[in-house]
């Protein structure tokens, strides 16, 4: 006949293994992942409207992986904020692919005012976005979604990403992200996302960036809160003193060669 102790404190182990496991179990359930992949970037749907600088709507894409994502057969899909009975999406459909670590510009629906072009787009739709709220969604398919609440979204394995700005319904996670202006656009933070929109986006002065890295003509080269329009060319100048001499120039695209 064994002793009793020695089972007495296997089966203290094998709780004490089972309440760790559990606590680890819990821990990674409450942590979102991070994207590592195509997301959502930046969505503007104040274009063409009254005090707005840009005349089109626009969805800006980006890859956080290191490796380029074929979006052949997908789109990006839009709803109202409150959707009804008779809501359905409107559905821009995507080619090519997005580069790693690159943007991907769609334009959207234009206004009858502003004095700005998007730069040149990788897709096209007409979808007039609400400048106020709204709900886009990155989805793996041309098919129409047919979800219309944040839970059903939620379970729908076509959508890739989701964004819910200002009040609307259908949103990715706790809450939607902030309200959107003629002025403002919702942009995605640098921090990991947590699958939250109210935590991963931020609103902002619109800044669209296309694959080619080439931003709204016209915008401030030295305003390191928005992509920079400056180039190489014109931090060279045509003296030995850059014109541009003490000011701060970010996200100038191009590569420098030396040849001797």
């Excluded at 709803?79 to 334009?107: E, N």
């Excluded at 076509?158 to 949103?171: K, Q, R």
């Excluded at 060279?236 to 541009?244: A, E």
């Amino acid at each position: 006949m064994r002793p009793a102790r020695p089972r007495t404190i296997i089966a203290v182990g094998v709780l004490a293994a089972l309440a760790t496991i559990g606590a680890t179990a819990l821990t990674n359930t409450a942590a979102a992942a991070p994207s590592s992949g195509p997301v959502v970037n930046e969505v503007y749907g104040g274009g063409g409207n009254s005090g707005a600088t840009l005349k089109n709507d626009f969805i800006e894409l980006a890859n956080r992986s290191a490796a380029p994502i074929a979006v052949d057969g997908w789109s990006v899909q839009y709803i109202s904020a409150a959707p009804g009975v008779t809501t359905t999406w409107s559905v821009t459909p995507l080619a090519g692919s997005i580069a790693a670590g690159g943007r991907y510009l769609i334009g959207e629906g234009a206004g009858a005012g502003g004095t700005a072009d998007l730069p040149p787009t990788q897709a096209a739709g007409g979808t007039n976005m609400s400048g106020t709220s709204g709900t886009v969604a990155l989805v793996n398919s041309a098919t129409p979604l047919t979800c219309k609440t944040a839970a059903d979204c939620a379970a729908d394995p076509s959508v890739i990403d989701l964004v819910g700005y200002g009040t609307a319904v259908v949103h990715e996670g706790a809450a939607d992200a902030p309200v959107t202006a003629s002025t403002t656009s919702v942009q995605r933070t640098s921090a990991p996302d947590t699958d939250n929109n109210a935590t991963d986006f931020a609103a902002g002065t619109p800044a669209p960036v296309n694959s080619k890295g080439e931003t709204t003509p016209g915008g401030d080269p030295t305003d390191p809160g928005q992509p920079g329009t400056a180039r190489i060319h014109d931090i060279q100048g045509t003296t030995r003193i850059s014109p541009l001499n003490g000011k701060q120039v970010t996200n100038v695209p191009g590569i420098v060669t030396g040849v001797r």
